[in-house]
């Protein structure tokens, strides 16, 4: 091999390991030309550049409306006036101070006018004149978190819980089965 079909290997060898559908064309003979030499390019800014489009706003549009991305199920103000709906009492006064005091926690609750989209939505579910205030937690990233440790440390937190055992032990028709008490 020349010193000119060396380089041309030393290349081939380079183009196959930055694009590995290349498929290089070595038929070279004397009545044939050399295969051209790939040209490089150096980078510049645009190759570095992230364009956004709808994509921003899409994203937390998808929390109230999932059949954005093929997920069949309700928004968040959607499950909101369904847990609202779904009370076993029809007490027009612990409706008002559920809708009167929606508390959003969680890093989802960071984009900006969330909490305007949210009481937005409820508001269409809700009737007309229903007090409805959305707030935002101090901590949104952490409060969840903080709260449930205060729980489990409680000391009734055995009694008021299961162990992954009584999971195992006695499968998930048990657990379907356990009967939940709430209190408001």
């Given at each position: 091999?020349?010193?000119?079909?060396?380089?041309?290997?030393?290349?081939?060898?380079?183009?196959?390991?930055?694009?590995?559908?290349?498929v290089?064309?070595?038929?070279?003979?004397?009545?044939?030309?050399a295969?051209?030499?790939?040209?490089?390019?150096?980078?510049?800014?645009?190759?570095?550049?992230?364009l956004?489009?709808?994509?921003?706003?899409?994203?937390?549009?998808?929390?109230?409306?999932?059949?954005?991305?093929?997920?069949?199920?309700?928004?968040?103000?959607?499950?909101?006036?369904?847990?609202?709906?779904?009370?076993?009492?029809?007490?027009?006064?612990?409706?008002?101070?559920?809708?009167?005091?929606?508390?959003?926690?969680?890093?989802?609750c960071?984009?900006?006018?969330?909490?305007e989209?949210?009481?937005?939505?409820?508001?269409?579910?809700?009737?007309?004149?229903?007090?409805?205030?959305?707030?935002?937690?101090?901590?949104?990233?952490?409060?969840?978190?903080?709260?449930?440790?205060?729980?489990?440390?409680?000391?009734?937190?055995?009694?008021?819980?299961?162990?992954?055992?009584?999971?195992?032990?006695?499968?998930?028709?048990?657990?379907?089965?356990?009967?939940?008490?709430?209190?408001?």
């Amino acid at each position: 091999m020349g010193t000119t079909q060396m380089e041309i290997m030393c290349l081939v060898v380079l183009v196959v390991e930055i694009d590995p559908t290349f498929v290089p064309k070595l038929d070279v003979g004397p009545s044939q030309p050399a295969p051209e030499i790939p040209r490089f390019r150096p980078l510049t800014k645009e190759d570095f550049q992230v364009l956004l489009g709808v994509e921003r706003f899409r994203c937390p549009e998808i929390l109230f409306h999932p059949n954005l991305v093929g997920i069949d199920q309700a928004g968040l103000d959607e499950m909101a006036g369904v847990s609202i709906r779904r009370l076993s009492t029809k007490d027009q006064d612990l409706e008002e101070r559920l809708t009167s005091s929606i508390l959003m926690t969680g890093g989802s609750c960071l984009y900006p006018g969330m909490s305007e989209r949210l009481e937005a939505g409820i508001r269409m579910i809700r009737p007309c004149g229903s007090p409805i205030k959305v707030v935002r937690a101090l901590d949104p990233i952490l409060d969840a978190w903080r709260g449930a440790s205060t729980y489990a440390a409680a000391l009734q937190f055995p009694q008021q819980t299961f162990s992954r055992m009584d999971y195992y032990e006695k499968g998930e028709d048990w657990l379907r089965r356990y009967q939940f008490c709430y209190t408001l």
